[in-house]
Structure formats: C-alpha cells, structure tokens
C-alpha cells in the first residue's frame, strides 16, 4: 500500500481529504525506479477546479504512454492545509507517488488565468523551490509552464526555467529526450536550458533582456544567449487524428467542476470576435474526426462510468458533423441513463430541437451572449449576431416551452457610450416583451431573463491588444448605467441583473498585459497572503494595492494608455501564426465598426493559412 | 431482481465519505457494466440504497449495497466484474440475490453492528496500536454494570440526553483492542466512538490521551427468533 504523505491526524483534520491521496480509478502508478523522467504535473488552484481541466489530461495520458516517463498531478493545497503544511515544514508532494514535488525532474504548471499567479508561487514555495528561477540547482525541478496566460509570460518570467508555448503535442517528446540526453552526460542545468531554447516552441526567460524608453514602454528585447532565438514560435498541431487522446480520464472520488466525460470535437474558433483570444491563438479551426469522436465516447464512458457527456471546442455549432455527432450520443446513450450536456450551442431550430431532447426544459435556460447591446457596439467587437437573430432564436425558444434566458455582455469595450451601455437592459425588456407575445394560455408563467456583465480585458494577440481599460470607479460608474436602465424597462420584474467584481478586473489587467517588471507586484502580494486570487472569498483587494505601493508599479501604465500601434509589446517576440499587422486591420476596422467575415464565409489572410490546414484547407482538396 | 452486495473499505478509502462511497459505486456499476435499473422521470438515477452509512476514518470488513437488476446476473460474475474496476481501498465480498420486499431492504433491516477499536500510539497512524490497559478489564466490566450512561447525542438539528447503555449489546476487550456489538439502524444507532468518549469518561481518563481507530466488522439484522445474522446471510448465491 501507498504511504501517504500527510499523516491521518492531518487528513482527517483537513477539508475534503480525498484531494490530497490520489489512487482515483485510472490514475497512474509506475515504479519510480524504472523511469527516466519523473513529470509533476501542476494546475495552480483547488483539486476540484484542477482535475475538471481537459489539458492535463491530455498531457498525463501523453506522457504516461512513454514507458520512461512517469507523470503525476500536483494541487494547490486549499487555505487550510497551506497553514498546516507550513507550520508542520510537509514538503507539496504529487498525488500518486507522493513523493515530494522537489523530487521531480520537471514540475510542469498550466497558466490558465491569470488571477492563479499567486497560486503558483504557492506551489513552488511549498515544494521547498527557490521563487528565483536563476537559484535553482540540480537539486530542483524544471519549472515549466503551459498554457493561454504563456502567450505573454513576461509577468512570471522569473519564476520560470521554460515556458512551452502552443499545444503540449508537438515538442515535449523532443525535449524529455533532449533531458535525458544532456542528464546522462552529465551536463549542466544551464547546458540543458541551452539545448531546450534550440527546440522550436521552447521559451528560456533567462536567455533574453528587456530594455525600456524612459516612458516606461519597452525599447528592445533580445536574445542575450546564442541559444535562444528572437522570435518564439507557436506549437500547433496540423493533423488531429495523429493526436491522442485520454481514453481512460481519471475519475475523481470526490465531485469535482466537470464530474463528466469531456470529449474535445474541435479545436481553434472561425468567429474572429475582436475581444477573445482563444479566437486568436487557436486558429486555424480543426475538427476532429466523428467517426472517431463516437469510439472515444464509447471507450470513455466505459471507462470512467460518468454518467454525463459533454463536448467541449469554443463554438460547438460551427462543428461540421455536429447534428450526426449529436444524434449519434442521443440514440446510444440516452436511454443508459447517460446525460448529455451541449455547452456553446448557438441557438437555432436544431439546437432547439436536440436540447429539448436532452434536457428538461421547464428547469433549464437558453443562453445567449450577444456580448455588447446595441448593434453599433456588436459590429465593433465583430460579434455576428443580430437583434433580430436573437430574439428569433428566443421566441422559438419561448414558443417551444422555454421560459428561463441567460444573457452575457461585457462592459468597457472600445468606444463604448452611455447609450451602448443603455442598449443591454433595451436588449433584456426586448426578449421580454417576445415571451409575453405568446398568448397567455400558452405561456409557461413568468419568464425570467437574467443578464450578467463582466468587464472587458484587453488580451495580447487580439485586435483589442492596444486598447486603454478603465480605472475601478469607471466600472463601478458602467454598471451603475446598466442597473439605472434596468428600473426603467417595462418588463422589469422579469428582469434580473448581475455584474462581475471590477476589482479583480483590474488586476487581470495588469496581468495580462504586464511585462517583466509586474513579476515585482505578484511577489509582494503573494509575500503580503494573498491566495486563490480567483476565489472571490479570498481575494484581498487591499493587500493587491498595497502590493503595488510597496513595488512602485503603476497600474494607470498598463491599464489606462491606449497603445500606440508602434509600441513594442512584451508579447511581440512569440509568433502565434496570426500577424500583428492582421490584428492591426482589425483594429483599425473596429474603429470603423466594419465586421469582418468568418473563416468559412471568406479567408481575411491572418496568416495561419501558412500552416495549411484545418479551416484554411476546408473544400480545397 | 434484487441483489445485496458486500464491499470491504480499507486503506485511503477511509477518506472517502460516504456521499462519495455513493457516488463511487454508481460509477463502478456502469465501468463493471452490472445491469442496474433505473428510476424513471427526466433524470433517472440508479435503484441503490446503502444499508449504513460509515464515517470518515472508519474501516470495514463489511459494508452493504442493495441495488435493482434488469436481468439476472452470477453472483460470480458480479463479483468478478466489480472488483475488475474497484479502486485499491474497496473489495467486493459478496454478490447475493435478496428478497423483492421492501420490508427486507438493507436500509429498514439493520439492526446492530460489530465493531473493534484499537488503541494507538497517535492519531497520526492507525498502523500503531498500543495494548488495551490491563485494568481496563474490571473498569469495562463497572462500566457495563450500570444500568444507566446519560450521554448528550448531538444530532444536526438538536442535543438530547440518552441513554446508551441499552444500545450496548456487548463489549469486550481482545487481544486486539475492544470489541462493541452496538445497536444500529434507523431506530436505535449508536456510534462506536461516543462509547470509546464515554468509557474514557466513565474511567475519569482524558480522551485526547487515548487516540483509537475504529473498524466495523460486519453488519446485522435481527432474526424472528431474537438473534443476529450479517446482512449477507439474509440472501442467496446466484449461481
């Protein structure tokens, strides 16, 4: 039997003791002694959060199927096994040996918001890591992080050995082989970072230097290392079916988020909205085969005992085998007891038609994210979604026996004005008054339509990437707008609204677009407590303020310049595929509210198409 | 068809709560493919009750299921199938075929419930016992002379005062530690932990001295003629 790392006095103590024993159905165990490479694979927040991501599991199924190479999972203690294990000096160990994480030849993090940077320096700190990328030794682990917040790693650039940037498929191969190459000569850390910056994809922190205007904005960055090369290119991968896949995920002991089957159908997004960045960095658009989608549903039920399916790409409607995909999962499985969940379905007669199929309608919503309220304000964030498309999608909707809508928008975009604001309770009151057309015998009661606004973020690698963001009381102020508009609606007791937290907002801001020097601030605030940054429970703003003071970093730099198209960002050195002077188009056409078709309607030359497949190749062969 | 099946919980599924015991099975009935039914209604689940529901920490030798088959299948199979897929921690014992009345369920049977408490040398492994005191023996038996142990039973509603002593229908010391045949069930349940807190009352000793693991050996329910029999006597063999 396995000795666990924390005694039973501890566990026993804790909450939730099964996040921190492994030994789930599925997990991996191998001999550590008949390895070459020892992989602690890490996702910086709570054990429930962490085992719902599909990446990782991607990645531990990938690895494990290497005989040399044993990959485990590593947590985020929560906040009350963080004070213990401080107090009682336990070394973070990996789930299923156990051993400590310090152990380990690389120490792997997904970074996938950036509100989990504080997480991470948790993670090192308790594995007994130095913070200080240039401190380490032998003694410890690469640090190497993945993942969408590494598309501009600058931020956590002195926490980091390596950061691989594009999809884990490519290149790890390449570079545990590289490991194992330069560890049996007996070479040193550095001659190894050396040999991994050669690897397309690879990024070594270390090998560059950053110098910058007296304004603060960034002169050069360069190579400082004849290893390393000035411009970093994305890892995509081309052919799907040469990828694997996790047919045996792990099943957790305990309820985690995504308590289900997720098969991945597609990955990257035709839609080109002007605000996301997925839509960005996972271009061009590659399905994955159904016939193939269909065996890997069967295999992972079986395997896993789920008793939910869910597909999982960003926009499931633009699947081209979507209806065969769908029908195929209803006839199988429905009648096994086996719940289908259809996230990121535009609403239309068939998705209206499988989801009346699938779920119950008198208890669940339709969701709609029209993203901006006035048509003026959706054309500039090139969201294709008309008034008239989503209130038609909501009376059928209605008329089908629906009576529950979801709405989400985003507040501060570019050029937004009161009056765009003013259009989302419109918006709301008008899929209202749709649900009351409906004769009253017919009609399921009340309907309710609920809206909630989150605050926009400029992310590198968007057409948005120069935009300015706003200053705390801004939001707050934009909000205010929307909430006054929605006393005014006549419908407005069937109307409900929620806005996200403008503080966090903020911070994600200076995170997202910040350069080396914000590492400084995330350093203090974590030295300062702060933790699970994204719990809002446990966000301390103050402390995050006080951070900044004590560092001297000013958050009106990165949040409240817009950029000139000029300016040299810190994001600039990595290649995604997609040019900067494309985003710069769309920029510019976003000022003129010109929408910009998708990738099937008419290729817009993002130059993706270089690598000549998915979407770009689509009826051309 | 009705069947009862016998799992052994040990190891770091201690950790397990019950909830997810639950959960656990539901998953290892559809990966070991046993032909469960389902309830009917727009979200089916599967026809499964627990007998008794064990706390976090506790091992067992004999814990119980009852679930609903659509067809018929081998107490031999089952078994076979089950524990293809268990996690290490839980072992099918038994796979038996039970009586179609709802009187007989698991659930409304259960009547009383063998346990052994060790001592140990601290609360941070149950791997180390430590012997039972030799004077322990005339204190258990002054114990068990009362007629009366007044013990505040805090529930999650409320606190009243009962009397366990009833609910004690035997105690023992081994050469392991303490043996308790205690009443259990959804009349009369009493935890072997409240007994060992309120022993060490009784002996005037401070229960943060004497660190203790529980281990549930089996299961009972109460026969017409007044004795015991483990929940899985109470089925057949499907052959």
């Known amino acids: ?621 | 068809m009705k069947a009862r099946i016998k799992f052994r919980k040990y190891g770091i599924m201690r950790f397990i709560g019950h909830l997810d015991v639950m959960r656990y099975f539901q998953k290892a009935m559809r990966r070991a493919d046993i032909p469960i039914a389902f309830t009917g209604g727009y979200s089916p689940h599967m026809i499964m009750s627990f007998a008794q529901p064990l706390g976090i920490g506790i091992t067992s030798d004999g814990e119980y299921l009852d679930i609903e088959l659509t067809e018929s299948i081998s107490s031999e199979a089952a078994v076979g199938r089950l524990n293809q897929v268990m996690a290490e921690g839980i072992d099918v014992v038994s796979f038996v075929q039970i009586s179609e009345d709802k009187k007989e369920s698991g659930m409304t049977i259960v009547a009383a419930a063998d346990y052994e408490v060790t001592l140990l040398l601290s609360a941070k492994s149950m791997e180390e016992t430590v012997p039972v005191p030799e004077e322990w023996k005339e204190k258990l038996a002054a114990f068990l002379e009362k007629t009366e142990l007044k013990v505040l039973k805090k529930t999650k509603r409320s606190e009243k005062e009962v009397n366990i002593r009833p609910m004690i229908q035997e105690m023992e010391l081994t050469e392991a530690g303490i043996r308790m045949f205690l009443s259990a069930g959804s009349e009369e349940n009493l935890k072997p932990d409240l007994v060992m807190e309120t022993f060490l009352k009784d002996m005037g000793l401070p229960a943060e001295k004497y660190p203790f693991h529980i281990h549930r050996r089996d299961i009972y329910a109460k026969t017409p003629q007044g004795g015991y029999l483990p929940l899985e006597d109470l089925g057949t063999l499907v052959p």
């Open chain 1, 1 to 621: 039997m396995r000795k666990l790392a924390l005694n039973d006095e501890i566990l026993l103590k804790i909450e939730k003791p099964a996040r921190y024993i492994g030994g789930e159905v599925n997990s991996v165990m191998k001999d550590k002694e008949q390895v070459d490479i020892r992989f602690a694979m890490c996702f910086p927040d709570v054990y429930e959060i962490g085992m719902s991501h599909l990446g990782i599991q991607i990645l531990y199924d990938m690895f494990n199927r290497r005989d040399d190479v044993w990959c485990e999972r590593v947590y985020s203690p929560w906040t009350d096994l963080d004070k213990v294990m401080r107090e009682e000096k336990i070394p973070l160990f990996a789930l299923e040996s156990q051993d400590p994480v310090r152990e380990f030849d690389f120490l792997g993090i997904t970074i996938q918001y950036e509100m989990c940077y504080t997480n991470i320096l948790q993670v090192l700190d308790l594995s007994g890591i130095p913070l200080d990328a240039e401190e380490r030794t032998w003694e410890d682990p690469i640090v190497i992080g993945g993942g969408p917040c590494t598309y501009n790693p600058e931020p956590l650039a002195e926490f980091f050995d390596l950061f691989y940037i594009g999809e884990g498929e490519t290149v790890y191969d390449r570079l545990f082989d590289v490991y194992k190459e330069v560890r049996a000569r007996g070479g040193s850390r550095q001659e190894f970072l050396e040999a991994a910056a050669e690897i397309e994809g690879i990024y070594v922190p270390s090998f560059y230097e950053t110098t910058y205007h007296e304004d603060g904005t960034i002169r050069s960055f360069d190579p400082v290392n004849p290893h390393a090369k000035p411009v970093v290119h994305k890892q995509v991968v081309m052919e799907m079916q040469d990828t694997t896949y996790p047919e045996k995920p792990v099943v957790p002991f305990i309820k985690v988020t995504q308590d289900r089957v997720v098969m991945e159908i597609m990955r990257g997004c035709i839609r080109g909205c002007r605000f996301c960045q997925a839509g960005m960095l996972y271009r061009p658009t590659r399905e994955r085969d159904v016939e193939v989608l269909k065996d890997y549903a069967y295999k992972m039920l079986r395997n896993t005992g789920h008793e939910e399916i869910s597909l999982s790409s960003l926009s499931s409607s633009d699947y081209s085998e979507l209806k065969e995909l769908v029908m195929f999962l209803i006839e199988e499985f429905k009648d096994k007891g086996i719940n289908i969940s259809l996230p990121s379905l535009r609403i239309d007669a068939f998705s209206l038609d499988v989801m009346g199929k699938v779920q119950d309608i008198r208890k669940s919503s339709l969701t709609f994210a029209p993203e901006a309220g006035s048509q003026r304000m959706r054309n500039v964030i090139n969201k294709g979604l008309t008034e008239e498309m989503i209130l038609d999608g909501a009376g059928q909707a209605f008329e089908g026996g629906w009576n529950k809508v979801k709405l989400y928008f985003m507040l501060g975009l570019p050029t937004e004005t009161e009056e765009d604001m003013r259009a989302i309770p419109e918006l709301a009151d008008k899929i209202a008054r749709r649900y009351y057309e409906i004769p009253k015998d017919q009609r399921n009661g009340k309907c309710q339509v609920t809206t909630s606004t989150s605050f926009f973020i400029p992310k590198p690698f968007t057409p948005f990437q120069w935009a300015k963001m706003y200053t705390n009381e801004e939001y707050i102020g934009k909000a205010a707008v929307v909430k006054r508009g929605f006393q005014d609606q006549l419908n407005r007791k069937s109307l409900k609204y929620h806005w996200h937290d403008a503080e966090v907002t903020v911070l994600e801001g200076v995170m997202a677009r910040g350069d080396r020097k914000v590492g400084r601030v995330i350093r203090e605030a974590y030295r300062l407590g702060c933790l699970y940054d994204s719990w809002s429970d446990l966000f301390d703003n103050d402390k995050w303020m006080q951070a900044f003071e004590n560092t001297g970093i000013d958050i009106g730099f990165y949040n409240l310049r817009e950029r000139s198209l000029d300016e040299v960002f810190p994001w600039d050195f990595i290649d995604i595929g997609v040019t900067k002077s494309f985003l710069k188009r769309e920029w510019e056409r976003a000022m003129k509210g010109e929408v910009t078709p998708n990738c099937r309607m008419q290729c817009s030359g993002c130059g993706v198409a270089k690598w000549k497949g998915g979407v770009c190749v689509e009826g051309k062969n």
